[in-house]
């Protein structure tokens, strides 16, 4: 699976000439033209790098930054700045940026540092989200505790692992082969059907109209897909 990269630039000829040779990388890149829309994308979907300007419209790229480690992301973030102060650079890493590179920058120094983060991400293990909300529904994964309109709902063990593993992956397709593998660890009595009768389950429990999912979409002959 190729790795997702969010671009929030709002430089059109920077983000034009980014995405492309991202592209032709092999990466799956989506961007952002401002700060707001950028915190927004970045928090509603998995991203494995956030590739961030520091001179953004309507939100900067430290309050972006800021607000999505405040938010729990793990997505490794990588900013862009055409500031040369030393002090820049070490408030960006403070706020938890990965790392910095100067504009103007090179094409082979940026994937240079890209491929350098992602292979960090890809040897260590990803920390699991430990909580999350969206809609009505508060999910406490540690404390295995689940309400909807401030309502407890019951949920089986092997219930809340797929909710956290589509969670953990949220905006992306997760096709049932890698359900099977990380969730069920391909135990011989589970098939493919044994995913999608726990989908329904969790449609049932958590969806207002289960027959018309908002937040666990079925993406036919690839997977599964969770929106907040």
């Keep these: 699976m190729s790795s997702r990269i969010l671009l929030i630039e709002d430089e059109l000829g920077v983000a034009l000439t980014v995405t492309d040779l991202l592209n032709m990388e ?121 309400r909807k309109y401030g309502q407890p709902v019951s949920m089986a063990g092997k219930e809340l692992q797929l909710l956290r593993y589509l969670i953990d992956r949220r905006g992306t397709v997760v096709p049932r082969e890698e359900i099977l593998q990380n969730v069920w660890e391909y135990n011989s009595d589970v098939t493919s059907r044994t995913v999608d009768v726990h989908v329904s389950w969790l449609r049932q429990k958590l969806e207002d109209n289960p027959q018309n999912p908002k937040h666990i979409h079925t993406i036919r002959g690839k997977g599964y897909r969770f929106s907040p």
């Design 26 to 146: 092999g990466y799956e890149v989506e961007t952002a033209s401002d700060g707001e829309s950028g915190l927004a994308k970045a928090a509603g979907s998995a991203f494995d790098l956030v590739i961030l300007d520091v001179m953004l419209p309507k939100k900067n790229g430290f309050e972006v930054c800021r607000e999505l480690r405040e938010r729990g992301s793990d997505a490794v973030i990588l900013m862009l700045t055409a500031k040369t102060q030393v002090e820049d650079r070490v408030t960006g890493l403070k706020l938890g940026a990965d790392d910095y590179l100067a504009k103007p920058f090179d094409p082979a120094e940026l994937l240079a540092r890209v491929e350098a983060l992602l292979r960090r991400v890809r040897k260590e293990a990803r920390i699991p989200i430990r909580s999350f909300e969206f809609a009505d529904i508060e999910i406490d994964f540690e404390r295995a505790q689940v």
